[in-house]
């Protein structure tokens, strides 16, 4: 009896030593990268505005009076969840259907498929032509620029990005980093432009990534980590091995119980 007992407590050691078994070389960021030196970018390239963006747009000048006309209608609403999971009203004017914004005074003004900084440089000259203010300062920040981070991660996510840039590295930070079981060499990238859905294949192992126009995300970027073979073998090997180790167990407690009798 005590031989079948030790028998069978070496078969229990193998089954849970091959079920844990995990690549260490798949499971770290930039594997392949060694010592790599690239230029990051001064800044990064604005994305255009797009159709269903709010945009938050206030126009000051020194006569405060006169310009408050202006801001008197920024008030479309609508909610954003940060990273933390904690949710807010913004407000802002949102792009309609067409690419269109409706400014007081100015009326509607074609928003999409401009850059923040060219539609400021639009409405200051607008003003300034229609001898509205004198000198007057323009702020555009997009409202609702968000990123998605799904898959195997800690925390699946929405996250809010404030200060309108953010990397590839950051957001899956944010979302928990990458599990053991999640492919870093196989990142899945789903952006959105004008209507047009683009899937991207990520290498977070490649020194390619540092330089490519994947590191740093767009607004309503989503990313998906897809499990590796070793969390879908693990999962399938415990659903066939659990039944015949639970029932070994029941043999070991009654085996036990007879010798201790």
Request: hydrophobic share 40%; proline share 4%; with cysteine.
């Given at each position: 009896m005590k031989t079948q007992l030790k028998q069978f407590t070496f078969f229990c050691l193998v089954i849970l030593t091959v079920t844990s078994c995990v690549s260490t070389k798949r499971s770290t960021y930039f594997y392949d990268a060694g010592q790599v030196q690239f230029k990051v970018p001064d800044d990064v390239k604005e994305v255009p505005i797009q159709k269903g963006d709010i945009l938050y747009i206030n126009i000051s000048s020194l006569n405060a009076e006169a310009s408050a006309i202006f801001n008197s209608?920024?008030?479309?609403?609508?909610?954003?969840?940060?990273?933390?999971?904690?949710?807010?009203?913004?407000?802002?004017?949102?792009?309609?259907?067409?690419?269109?914004?409706?400014?007081?005074?100015?009326?509607?003004?074609?928003?999409?498929?401009?850059?923040?900084?060219?539609?400021?440089?639009?409405?200051?000259?607008?003003?300034?032509?229609?001898?509205?203010?004198?000198?007057?300062?323009?702020?555009?920040?997009?409202?609702?620029?968000?990123?998605?981070?799904?898959?195997?991660?800690?925390?699946?996510?929405?996250?809010?990005?404030?200060?309108?840039?953010?990397?590839?590295?950051?957001?899956?930070?944010?979302?928990?980093?990458?599990?053991?079981?999640?492919?870093?060499?196989?990142?899945?990238?789903?952006?959105?432009?004008?209507g047009e859905r683009k899937v991207t294949r990520i290498d977070l192992n490649s020194p390619s990534f540092f330089t490519s126009p994947y590191y740093y995300l767009e607004p309503n970027d989503v990313i998906y980590v897809e499990a590796n073979k070793n969390k879908v073998a693990s999962v399938n090997r415990t659903q066939l091995l659990l039944p015949a180790v639970l029932s070994g167990l029941s043999v070991v407690a009654i085996v036990l119980d007879r010798i201790i009798k």
């Amino acid at each position: 009896m005590k031989t079948q007992l030790k028998q069978f407590t070496f078969f229990c050691l193998v089954i849970l030593t091959v079920t844990s078994c995990v690549s260490t070389k798949r499971s770290t960021y930039f594997y392949d990268a060694g010592q790599v030196q690239f230029k990051v970018p001064d800044d990064v390239k604005e994305v255009p505005i797009q159709k269903g963006d709010i945009l938050y747009i206030n126009i000051s000048s020194l006569n405060a009076e006169a310009s408050a006309i202006f801001n008197s209608t920024n008030n479309i609403n609508a909610s954003t969840t940060s990273s933390t999971g904690t949710s807010a009203n913004i407000g802002g004017y949102l792009v309609n259907n067409e690419g269109y914004i409706q400014l007081p005074v100015l009326g509607y003004i074609k928003a999409a498929g401009l850059s923040k900084k060219e539609l400021k440089s639009y409405i200051t000259n607008q003003i300034l032509e229609k001898k509205l203010l004198l000198d007057p300062i323009v702020t555009i920040r997009q409202m609702n620029y968000e990123v998605t981070v799904l898959g195997e991660v800690g925390r699946p996510t929405v996250i809010t990005v404030p200060s309108e840039k953010i990397s590839m590295v950051k957001a899956l930070g944010l979302a928990g980093d990458i599990t053991i079981y999640g492919r870093k060499d196989n990142v899945l990238l789903i952006r959105e432009h004008d209507g047009e859905r683009k899937v991207t294949r990520i290498d977070l192992n490649s020194p390619s990534f540092f330089t490519s126009p994947y590191y740093y995300l767009e607004p309503n970027d989503v990313i998906y980590v897809e499990a590796n073979k070793n969390k879908v073998a693990s999962v399938n090997r415990t659903q066939l091995l659990l039944p015949a180790v639970l029932s070994g167990l029941s043999v070991v407690a009654i085996v036990l119980d007879r010798i201790i009798k």
